[in-house]
């Protein structure tokens, strides 16, 4: 065998992957090659290691005649030296990078010390300013070296000390606690070093405004990776003497400087993104605020995760005494967050809303935020410390592992469970850093391919089947995590819902069983379960479960699906049973305890609001009558009015509006609220929204375009069924938009405006949250589709004029201009009534179109596979069949008849029976098949939380379908027999009035 193929066999042993370039590497380190190679193949990559040396020593000789010999003789000589630079070498493609532009940074790792010293944060806090010509002793360092200069030397002598890190890191066995330590001291002296440059930049305004960096999340923590964004929050004050205006810009402008030498990319690179966004109102907010400022906004407006951010505060830069002076202030309100009603459910719904965002396919590659990732660890250490902290301080270190130490010590977490969930922590956090360090760029996905998870597992120890035992170990602490976290953060102890076995659990499970079976639940294996968590505990609040599930249990058993009653009852405990509140209100409000058994039992829809709205508890034992239009649309302008930015502001506008549908639609299923009223409150409901959507809106577009005024006048008009204040829960809002420029103001400039208004009004209202979207449809419009979303009063007096046919005068029979600028909609209405009211009526010629439209949509509208004699819109004696023949009536007389000019169905038929237009018998046979079918539609969605036109075929849906209809128990065939007959009676009407 060849002396080439027994180095190659080898190399392939002592763990190379391309030995034949290998060979070619080593033989360009000459004597050096030997020595090396047993430390080589101990590197996460050995060929990677080997090629970044070749590359280093090239690199010295030509920056130094010679130093590529003394750096050969240094590694073969000292295996401490050699041990550093081969790890960081086969670790670290952009350390390696560094050290070829930098090559006389190898000498860092020739200490002796550095397998046992941590540098002292002070003096990484002179280095770094050092290297900007900063006097580190002065109360505001001030950068002396010319900006560029100074910026360039910031990042060489970051990544000169993130070198000495890693290094010890790698080859020393640097614990992750420490690193992540150490990584937040380097940091936090940047951030002093980026301010001091910043301060050049500002000159003397710089002195103007006392400046304080807070360190906030993994940075504030001691926790910070290799790399991540640091995020802070800045808080300033004027000095004596200075103006509060002129200081905020001096601070300003300081934390912009300070950001940006961080963040922009030059000659040397980048260091790391600032991010500022955890600040009061966030993006949208002022980028620093006085102390009392934050206090303010704290004290009033803040939610429940910013509280849970403020746990890892800490001041790291710039005025020390004043960012301590804010850490001391944020903490009492951090330490009582968790008296805020539904603080359980905002944190565990923030986490749910965290995992939804991954994207599917990182889903199970995510090592921060995928399940069993880092962040469920971190969230259920700080729930704990957040619910316990309170009073109990020694839980209340920022950084996770210490906090859990603390709180295991404690007895808030089982030994057993808490070493467990450490390892699992330090092995996840550990993986994070070695994916890090590679390129040096901000990730939590472990790679997918082979050569990198073979790099990963030779970094983390396993030296034997790498790929295989990296898998294996990171699976086995995903699991772990998993289990552990589901324990942790939902256990009931947090919702106030302790464990002890109930008097039903002290039964036999089989005879449970079988008597939850004999109320009616489909698992009762389930439904035990749920009894047993909702009864664990000694606690007062098992104990007034106890009270009130025998009760419960019946009213669950009473409703279509007492299987969703009581899971849906055990969820809700589970979100509000730490509130006071909702125990005792259930139990001395039998009322209350009643009505919620009955709609969680019920209807989805509901218990979906319930599960976002969960303190709309407190509703059910108010009157559920809908709000009038007034004080509904007067709240809604006065949440826009406190919030910054067009999307905070529709946001807090749709969570008035989640409220007031759970108000609609409870009141809907327990039989209080008429249907024609729930359509009335529904589009009350939708015009407050917009109303204050578009106020909202319009001010964000003209804030965004830097105009002084808004140089248009809109109005929303609402069509189909929202303008006939007939919609249903399911129903998009149908409307046109009008406009009319300002005086002064150029058509195309105010159309371009109102049409920018109108796409954001829709994307807001229909953007994913935790309330149904509010789809806006402007498809009625002129053109339809193909036309301008936004027209003028002008343009669409000229298309009218030109171009309008029968069926668009038959849509504009339900617009009802009710939103916007009321001379603009006064205008609009005044246009269209000559056409939707011709006073000479319609021609036969006329009559025959609308006629021929209907048979049109009855033909090709209907889905396929759908039953004619029973679907709820388009089969016969449906929505569609009644609507036509009252719109008929309308266009036909109307201009004779003033009572018809209504876009209110029932309203136009009693006008229709008034004028002698209609037999009062027929009238009455269309009013009773128009309320029906929409509270047929009402109830479907209700049933099922979401519409449809057919009756559910699913027998629980379809008997809660009927109950929700007013039927009892066991009358579901009843409701079918009751449906079918009313749709033929309407049919038959419709026959004579419409088709004659």
Same mark, same amino acid.
């Given at each position: ?25 080593? %033989? ?47 590694? #073969?000589?000292?295996?401490? *030296? ?7 070498? /086969? ?23 550095? @397998? ?10 002179? /280095? ?102 640091? &995020? ?8 004596? @003497? ?46 620093? =605020? ?32 004043? @960012? =301590?002076?804010?850490? %001391? ?185 079988? !008597? ?40 669950? $058993?009473?409703?279509? &699906?007492?299987?969703? /009653? ?28 009643? !009505? ?70 409870? /009141? ?19 015009? %407050? *929204? ?50 009319? %420029? ?104 006329? #009559? ?26 388009? @089969? ?46 027929? $009238? ?73």
């Amino acid at each position: 065998m060849s002396r080439a193929a027994t180095t190659q066999g080898t190399l392939t042993r002592l763990g190379f992957q391309d030995p034949e370039q290998s060979i070619a590497d080593l %033989a360009r380190l000459g004597d050096a090659a030997e020595p090396l190679l047993a430390l080589l193949a101990g590197t996460a990559d050995p060929d990677l290691a080997l090629a970044q040396l070749v590359r280093l020593r090239e690199a010295a000789e030509q920056r130094n005649d010679g130093d590529g010999h003394t750096l050969l003789q240094a590694v #073969v000589d000292d295996e401490g *030296t050699a041990m550093r630079l081969l790890s960081v070498l /086969g670790a670290s493609e952009a350390l390696g990078d560094h050290l070829c532009r930098h090559p006389e940074h190898w000498r860092e790792l020739t200490d002796p010390t550095m @397998g046992s010293t941590r540098p002292a944060a002070y003096a990484v806090r002179e /280095g770094m300013l050092a290297v900007v010509g900063a006097d580190p002793h002065a109360a505001a360092p001030v950068a002396t070296l010319p900006d560029a200069e100074a910026v360039d030397a910031l990042r060489v002598e970051y990544r000169r000390v993130l070198l000495r890190l890693a290094a010890r890191d790698l080859a020393h066995h640097l614990p992750v606690d420490d690193a992540a330590a150490e990584l937040s001291d380097l940091a936090a002296a940047t951030l002093e070093a980026a301010l001091a440059v910043a301060r050049q930049r500002v000159g003397d305004d710089a002195a103007l405004a006392r400046l304080a960096v807070v360190a906030m999340g993994k940075c504030g923590g001691h926790e910070l990776n290799y790399v991540s964004d640091v &995020d802070v929050v800045f808080v300033h004050e004027p000095v004596e @003497g200075a103006s509060p205006d002129r200081a905020l810009r001096a601070a300003t402008q300081l934390a912009s400087h300070l950001m940006r030498v961080c963040s922009d990319h030059t000659g040397e690179g980048t260091i790391w993104p600032v991010d500022a966004a955890l600040r009061p109102e966030g993006k949208a907010g002022p980028l620093t =605020r006085t102390l009392a400022s934050h206090q303010g906004y704290y004290e009033r407006w803040a939610q429940t995760w910013e509280f849970q951010a403020l746990l890892k505060a800490r001041a790291v830069a710039g005025d020390l005494e004043l @960012g =301590r002076a804010y850490v %001391a202030m944020v903490q009492p309100m951090v330490w009582s967050a968790v008296e805020r009603d539904g603080f359980v459910a905002d944190t565990q719904a923030m986490r749910r809303r965290v995992i939804a965002h991954i994207p599917a396919q990182e889903a199970e590659r995510q090592l921060k935020l995928g399940s069993g990732g880092l962040r469920d660890v971190e969230f259920a250490v700080q729930l704990l410390q957040l619910v316990h902290g309170r009073a109990d301080e020694s839980i209340r270190p920022p950084t996770t592992l210490s906090a859990l130490a603390r709180l295991t010590e404690g007895g808030y977490v089982g030994r057993a469970d808490g070493e467990a969930l450490h390892e699992a922590y330090a092995f996840l956090r550990t993986l994070e850093h070695r994916i890090q360090l590679f390129r040096l760029r901000r990730t939590h996905v472990v790679p997918d391919d082979e050569r990198s998870l073979r790099r990963l597992g030779r970094s983390m120890g396993f030296s034997k089947d790498p790929v295989a035992s990296l898998r294996d170990a990171w699976q086995h602490h995903r699991r772990e995590v998993r289990r552990l976290h589901e324990k942790l953060f939902y256990r009931p102890l947090l919702t106030a819902v302790a464990r002890l076995d109930s008097g039903e659990a002290r039964l036999t499970p089989e005879s449970a069983t079988r !008597r939850l079976a004999a109320l009616g639940f489909a698992d009762p294996r389930a439904a035990l379960r749920h009894l047993e968590s909702l009864t664990a505990g000694v606690s007062r609040t098992a104990n007034i479960h106890r009270q009130l599930l025998p009760a419960m249990l019946d009213w669950f $058993a009473e409703a279509p &699906d007492p299987d969703a /009653g009581l899971f849906g009852f055990r969820r809700l405990s589970e979100s509000l049973g730490s509130s006071p509140w909702f125990l005792t209100t259930l139990r001395d409000e039998g009322e209350v305890a009643e !009505r919620l058994a009955r709609l969680l039992a019920t209807s989805r829809y509901v218990t979906n609001l319930l599960e976002h709205e969960p303190a709309g508890v407190r509703m059910l034992g108010q009157d559920l009558a809908p709000l009038a239009a007034e004080p509904l649309t007067e709240e809604m302008l006065a949440t826009v009015r406190r919030r910054d930015g067009a999307e905070a502001g529709v946001r807090a506008v749709r969570g008035v509006r989640r409220r007031e549908l759970l108000r609609i639609a409870a /009141g809907d299923v327990l039989g209080l609220t008429d249907v024609a009223d729930v359509g009335a409150a529904l589009s009350r409901l939708t015009d %407050a *929204t917009l109303e204050a959507a578009l106020a909202a809106v319009v001010e964000g577009v003209r804030v965004s375009r830097d105009l002084e005024r808004a140089p248009v006048r809109m109005a929303v008009v609402a069509m189909g069924r929202y303008g006939g204040f007939e919609l249903s829960y399911g129903s998009d809002a149908d409307v046109l938009f009008v406009h009319e %420029a300002e005086e002064g103001v150029d058509q195309h400039d105010a159309t371009r405006f109102a049409r920018a208004v109108a796409d954001e009004l829709r994307r807001l209202l229909a953007l994913p949250g935790d309330d149904p979207p509010l789809v806006v449809d402007a498809d009625l419009r002129p053109e339809g589709r193909q036309g301008p979303l936004v027209r003028s009063l002008d343009s669409y007096a000229a298309y009218y004029a030109k171009w309008s046919h029968v069926w668009e005068a038959q849509a504009l029979l339900r617009a009802d201009a009710v939103v916007g600028d009321r001379g603009v909609r006064a205008s609009f209405e005044a246009l269209i009534d000559p056409l939707r009211y011709p006073e000479r009526g319609l021609s036969e010629a006329e #009559v025959t179109e609308v006629r021929r439209i209907k048979a049109r949509v009855d033909q090709e509208r209907l889905p396929r596979g759908a039953d004619p004699l029973s679907h709820l819109k388009l @089969g016969r004696g449906g929505l569609a069949d009644i609507e036509w023949s009252v719109q008929l009536l309308q266009m036909r007389f109307a201009g004779r008849t003033p009572g018809l000019r209504t876009s209110r169905t029932l309203e136009a038929l009693a006008a229709a029976v008034e004028a002698g237009h209609l037999d009062a018998e027929d $009238a009455e046979v269309l009013r009773t098949g128009w309320r029906w079918v929409s509270r047929v539609r009402n109830a479907i969605t209700l049933v099922r939380g979401k519409g449809a036109d057919l009756l559910p075929t699913d027998i629980r849906e379809r008997a809660a379908v009927a109950a929700v209809l007013g039927y009892p128990a066991g009358a579901t065939e009843e409701m079918v027999n009751d449906h079918l007959r009313t749709m033929r009676r309407s049919h038959a009407v419709v026959d004579r009035v419409f088709w004659e």
